[in-house]
T-cell receptor, first 114, second 114 residues
């Protein structure tokens, strides 16, 4: 049983294109996140949604737009891709809001912008 | 802004030896998490530490939290090759404008060799 799933696993695209990454969790969690892991393995939060409501929005270019159609899904759309967007993007989810916050991560999407 | 620092960043160990990874953080929190990441894989939750003095053990790994010193340790006992991975600590912001945000350390790349 896949707890947090992401598609696609790999994404190779040209600069300037628009792409989306999808995330789904079947854990019944209320909160979902997007993280970016750069080439040095540094992990940084981008966005967090709680029950479809945006609650954390880090300093991320507005070319990145998250969308949560329901609490089990959080998609990430990226416009006008740049070379610096190349990274691994992880989706995560957690139960019980922030009081406990153990986060469960998806398998990651490796984005390569050429 | 919360800062989380791990050391060492690289750790090469012999099998059978003991060692400790340190995680220091800059502002008050009593929520700390340890994750493991294998190359090309997702993050696996190892420990959730939710109070001062918390100690958790799983196999050859033991994690502790000292909220007064703003320090967590991950102790490795009698290392085996299977423990080779990157280990991250992450601290939850429990106040202020960053409430609910998880900040990761840089990661410690552990290599265990015969």
């Amino acid at each position: 049983d896949t707890a947090v799933s992401q598609t696609p696993k790999y994404l190779v695209t040209q600069m300037g294109n628009d792409k989306s990454i999808k995330c789904e969790q079947n854990l019944g969690h209320d909160t979902m996140y997007w993280y970016k892991q750069d080439s040095k393995k540094f992990l940084k939060i981008m966005f967090s949604y709680n029950n479809k409501e945006l609650i954390i929005n880090e300093t991320v270019p507005n070319r990145f737009s998250p969308k949560s159609p329901d609490k089990a899904h959080l998609n990430l759309h990226i416009n006008s891709l740049e070379l610096g967007d190349s990274a691994v993007y992880f989706c995560a989810s957690s139960p019980q809001g922030f009081s406990y916050n153990e986060q469960f991560f998806g398998p990651g999407t490796r984005l390569t912008v050429l | 802004e919360l800062k989380v620092e791990q050391n060492p960043l690289f750790l090469s160990m012999q099998e059978g030896k003991n060692y400790t990874i340190y995680c220091n953080y800059s502002t008050t929190s009593d929520r700390l998490y340890w994750y493991r990441q294998d190359p090309g894989k997702s993050l696996e939750s190892l420990f959730v530490l939710l109070s001062n003095g918390a100690v958790k053990q799983e196999g050859r790994l033991m994690a502790s939290l000292d909220t007064k010193a703003r320090l967590s340790t991950l102790h490795i006992t009698a290392a085996v090759h299977d423990l080779s991975a990157t280990y991250f600590c992450a601290v939850l912001s429990t106040g202020g404008t960053s409430y609910g945000k998880l900040t990761f350390g840089q990661g410690t790349i552990l290599t265990v060799h015969p």
